[in-house]
């Protein structure tokens, strides 16, 4: 069972310090100055960043391109393929842009900026059970819907994985919870444990690429895995699974919505495989309504059938 846990994309090292230090300045430089500036022209930097990225990553670039590819049932090499790979690297460069912003705006104007009544169905399944599991996916910004729940006072708690910069990573965890949010480390189960059964919320996301040893899953037309954990805490925990997106509207709020609750009777492979098959159907809604936000850098299916 314990592998079920890992941390979705491992690292077996660290990266290069030299490296670490310049994404790090890199990314307070950014933060500073674009942080400061109105988020329309951000965004409008960040567009042209963003189009250089894309022609300057060739792995990310190839990534996103099979998996629009897959969204799209078009060829790799079509144009629309490009153009939505396109529109998936902008998306992500303003999901960041974002969250330098809302480091600067209070708990109500976090709230404000989280529309639709989503968290209220929400707020209605969590009172219905003992705790809840929101599974998410990198889609809309993950980080306005965490800094609006919390500010709406509830116990929200993120498993976030931290393999990558250990600076960078702490600077995540101090910003989140000055805005009431907990963040846990992949690797600390008794915390993770310990947030369910104390009938709190717990936030995580399943899109983090293919990996042979995941629950196979139909997801948007082909065959792949996502991973079983959120079942697998489900069902030891009685906490109820809430599939859980966010959408960026065009006037810049965000709408918040959520899928039929979940609940796992047992941990039978039959039932952990019908509830991860349902994560996977409701969340299938959320990118065919946006798949340019879909911010997924991974491969998402294997190459071929005969991955799984």
Not at 7 to 24: F, N, Q, T, Y
Not at 50 to 61: A, G, H, I, M, N
Not at 194 to 199: A, E, I, K, P, T
Not at 217 to 233: D, E, Q, Y
Request: net charge positive; glycine share 10%; with cysteine.
């Amino acid at each position: 069972d314990g592998g079920r846990f890992r941390a979705p994309h491992r690292r077996e090292k660290s990266g290069p310090r030299l490296r670490e230090k310049l994404v790090v300045t890199a990314y307070r430089g950014g933060s500073w100055i674009l942080g400061r500036l109105p988020l329309g022209p951000s965004i409008r930097i960040g567009g042209g960043i963003s189009d250089l990225v894309y022609r300057l990553w060739p792995e990310k670039r190839r990534y996103v391109r099979a998996n629009a590819a897959r969204i799209l049932g078009l060829p790799p090499d079509d144009r629309r393929v490009d153009a939505l790979g396109r529109a998936v690297f902008r998306n992500q460069v303003r999901w960041v842009l974002e969250g330098m912003h809302l480091v600067r705006m209070t708990n109500p104007e976090h709230v404000a900026l989280f529309t639709g009544d989503g968290p209220d169905r929400l707020h209605a399944a969590w009172l219905a059970s003992s705790s809840v599991i929101l599974a998410g996916l990198h889609i809309g910004n993950g980080e306005v819907a965490a800094a609006a729940l919390a500010g709406r006072g509830w116990p929200v708690h993120y498993l976030a994985d931290d393999t990558a910069y250990d600076e960078l990573f702490e600077r995540f965890v101090a910003q989140r919870r000055a805005w009431g949010i907990e963040v846990i480390r992949w690797r600390n189960l008794r915390d993770v444990y310990r947030v369910l059964r104390n009938g709190k919320i717990l936030g995580l996301l399943v899109d983090w690429g293919y990996r042979p040893d995941g629950q196979p899953v139909r997801f948007l037309g082909s065959w792949t895995t996502l991973p079983s954990g959120p079942a697998v805490l489900a069902a030891r925990t009685g906490a109820t699974i809430v599939p859980f997106w966010t959408i960026r509207r065009p006037d810049g709020t965000f709408l918040g919505e959520i899928g039929a609750p979940i609940l796992v009777a047992s941990p039978e492979p039959a039932e952990i495989a019908r509830a991860t098959q349902a994560i996977a159907d409701a969340l299938e809604v959320a990118v065919r309504h946006a798949p340019e936000q879909w911010c997924v850098f991974k491969p998402i299916w294997p190459d071929s059938p005969a991955g799984l």
